[in-house]
């Protein structure tokens, strides 16, 4: 797919400056797509900018901006100035592991912010104006412990899961308008973010850890056949076992103690 050709000149990710976002970032930037690229840390999202720009010879504008503040889509609307936003992808998130009652209910307001209400915001302003163009695709980032409780996870989960409902629903209310919307779901990816947490492989069965850049591949591979998708083939088959074979409450189980084990709690 010629996502250039398919759905315009220029492509959002918020939550670019590593990871996943920044795969994304590279391979459209590698299809001559013009980017915007959002995130909160300055230092690597002008380094990635500047990387981007020298290598395929694009246009790069970069926001520092905290996408948990109630006025983020404002503020990114207002530097943008009115700029055409033809692909959008919402890979930033907020993630805390542990007990529900360990974390403040601070920090659980900060996550539904980012996670939750800032992609609304997003989806709401910039697919109006795809919709009105008649093409333009988003990809909301989620991830597998949506698909059900997934204890010490719980509020992480709750917000993933609103993420996919929200894209399957648009799919179905935009696919022929010209939109293409699409949740990719992620199981455990080499991301910095995810190394950090220093988790303990759990099992001999456990799917193997993706590469952000198989994620960004293989979500530009499904955009605009089907509503979500799981990453990688040994995660959908563990999905299967948990969402189609097994009782709720035993995959809830699993997912709480697999949790529980990976990172010794």
Request: hydrophobic letters at 45%.
């Given at each position: 797919m010629n996502l250039k050709q398919k759905y315009g000149q220029t492509a959002m990710i918020?939550?670019?400056?590593?990871?996943?976002?920044a795969a994304f970032a590279t391979l459209l930037a590698a299809e001559?797509?013009?980017?915007?690229l959002i995130a909160r840390r300055l230092q690597p999202?002008?380094?990635?900018?500047?990387?981007?720009?020298?290598?395929?010879?694009?246009?790069?504008?970069?926001?520092?901006c905290d996408l948990s503040a109630i006025d983020a889509v404002k503020e990114i609307e207002g530097i943008l100035d009115g700029k055409e936003i033809s692909l959008l992808v919402f890979n930033a998130a907020l993630s805390v592991i542990g007990p529900?009652?360990?974390?403040?209910?601070?920090?659980?307001?900060?996550?539904?912010?980012?996670?939750?209400?800032?992609?609304?915001?997003?989806?709401?302003?910039?697919?109006?104006k795809m919709l009105t163009k008649g093409k333009g695709a988003i990809v909301l980032m989620t991830s597998m412990a949506g698909l059900q409780g997934s204890g010490f996870l719980s509020v992480y989960a709750a917000t993933k899961a609103f993420n996919r409902v929200l894209a399957e629903s648009l799919w179905y209310?935009?696919?022929?308008?010209?939109?293409?919307?699409?949740?990719?779901?992620?199981?455990?990816t080499s991301t910095p973010g995810f190394?950090?947490?220093?988790?303990?492989?759990?099992?001999?069965f456990t799917p193997r850890v993706m590469d952000p850049e198989e994620v960004a591949n293989e979500c530009f591979k499904k955009l605009g056949r089907q509503p979500s998708f799981i990453t990688g083939r040994g995660n959908r088959i563990a999905s299967f076992f948990m969402?189609?074979?097994?009782?709720?409450?035993?995959?809830?189980n699993i997912m709480g103690d697999t949790t529980r084990k990976m990172y010794r709690l």
């Amino acid at each position: 797919m010629n996502l250039k050709q398919k759905y315009g000149q220029t492509a959002m990710i918020a939550g670019a400056s590593e990871g996943i976002g920044a795969a994304f970032a590279t391979l459209l930037a590698a299809e001559g797509m013009d980017l915007v690229l959002i995130a909160r840390r300055l230092q690597p999202l002008q380094q990635l900018a500047h990387l981007l720009e020298n290598k395929y010879k694009i246009n790069v504008i970069y926001i520092s901006c905290d996408l948990s503040a109630i006025d983020a889509v404002k503020e990114i609307e207002g530097i943008l100035d009115g700029k055409e936003i033809s692909l959008l992808v919402f890979n930033a998130a907020l993630s805390v592991i542990g007990p529900f009652i360990n974390n403040s209910a601070e920090i659980y307001s900060q996550m539904v912010q980012l996670n939750m209400v800032t992609p609304l915001n997003m989806l709401h302003v910039f697919g109006e104006k795809m919709l009105t163009k008649g093409k333009g695709a988003i990809v909301l980032m989620t991830s597998m412990a949506g698909l059900q409780g997934s204890g010490f996870l719980s509020v992480y989960a709750a917000t993933k899961a609103f993420n996919r409902v929200l894209a399957e629903s648009l799919w179905y209310e935009w696919k022929d308008s010209g939109v293409d919307v699409i949740a990719c779901c992620a199981g455990a990816t080499s991301t910095p973010g995810f190394k950090n947490t220093r988790p303990e492989k759990t099992g001999f069965f456990t799917p193997r850890v993706m590469d952000p850049e198989e994620v960004a591949n293989e979500c530009f591979k499904k955009l605009g056949r089907q509503p979500s998708f799981i990453t990688g083939r040994g995660n959908r088959i563990a999905s299967f076992f948990m969402q189609k074979i097994l009782p709720g409450k035993v995959a809830v189980n699993i997912m709480g103690d697999t949790t529980r084990k990976m990172y010794r709690l």
